[in-house]
């Protein structure tokens, strides 16, 4: 800066207002470090959270991914992410992977892949009690509060009622406690991580359950974040997916017969 140049001030630089990041800036720096596809949903919520967009300053180009470690990235995303789920959601596909957990490779390994408030990894957690096999189960999210609440493993009873999917099979795997739903498994562990820069040390699993969160990501993301889970695959593991997801044909998954949104890993 030539002397006696004033420095432009931190709210003049690009995507920062007087009260910090602007929404649109906030919506671009969190489509490239968790991959999240802009929406009005999302645009609505960042509206909402003016103060945390406040303690925020504009995304430098190199900044990399571990920077929604930070605490106020992290309280964005908190804020903004979508956790709407359900224990046995989408039951065909989780009881048809029920019937194939016995044979999967490895040590029994599963893992919720964007876990929000943990009821997918709970389900898990029953079907493995259920198969009698000693499971470790993992759940990941960026979510704290979800995270947190994924821990505890309590549920609404109603309504809507917790357990409306559970198969009739699997209900004796569910307590009611007062107005609370308590799965009786040994409990999953759970984890904050980015989907799009997994842990190093989360190691490798038999079954990974993807579902309901690559539609939140934009295109490039959900190619990125399926590629790194199909690397977390043990040969002959299981991909499960939402939907509408559809891997690549360059990954090395076959789909399941029998078993829709299922992928088995060449
Ligand atoms: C709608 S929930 C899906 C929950 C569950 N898988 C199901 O199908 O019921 C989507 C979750 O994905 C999480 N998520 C979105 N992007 C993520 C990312 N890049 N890394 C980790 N979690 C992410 C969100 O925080 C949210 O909790």
């Not at 630089?13 to 929404?23: E, F, K, V």
Request: with cysteine.
């Amino acid at each position: 800066m030539p002397p006696g140049a004033a420095e432009a001030p931190p709210q003049a630089a690009a995507g920062a207002s007087a009260r910090g990041l602007l929404p649109e800036a906030a919506e671009q720096a969190l489509s490239r470090l968790a991959g999240l596809a802009p929406s009005p949903v999302l645009r609505r919520r960042l509206e909402g959270a003016a103060p945390l967009l406040a303690a925020l300053a504009p995304l430098p180009s190199d900044a990399p991914l571990s920077l929604l470690d930070s605490p106020s990235w992290a309280a964005l995303l908190d804020a903004v992410t979508v956790q709407e789920t359900r224990l046995f959601r989408a039951a065909s596909q989780i009881t048809a992977l029920a019937d194939r957990l016995p044979s999967l490779p490895g040590p029994p390994r599963l893992l919720s892949a964007g876990c929000a408030t943990g009821e997918e990894a709970w389900t898990l957690a029953v079907l493995a009690t259920e198969a009698g096999l000693p499971a470790e189960v993992i759940g990941i999210d960026l979510c704290r509060p979800a995270l947190a609440a994924a821990a505890a493993g309590r549920y609404g009873a109603g309504p809507p009622d917790a357990l409306r999917e559970v198969p009739p099979d699997y209900r004796p795997y569910f307590r009611r406690c007062g107005d609370l739903i308590e799965p009786l498994a040994p409990a999953p562990r759970f984890r904050r991580a980015n989907l799009l820069d997994l842990p190093e040390d989360l190691g490798l699993f038999g079954a990974i359950l993807c579902r309901n969160v690559l539609i939140y990501l934009l295109p490039g993301a959900r190619a990125e974040v399926m590629r790194g889970l199909v690397e977390r695959l043990l040969p002959g593991g299981l991909l499960l997916l939402g939907p509408t997801d559809a891997p690549g044909p360059e990954l090395p998954l076959r789909p399941e017969p029998g078993a829709s949104g299922t992928w088995r890993r060449r």
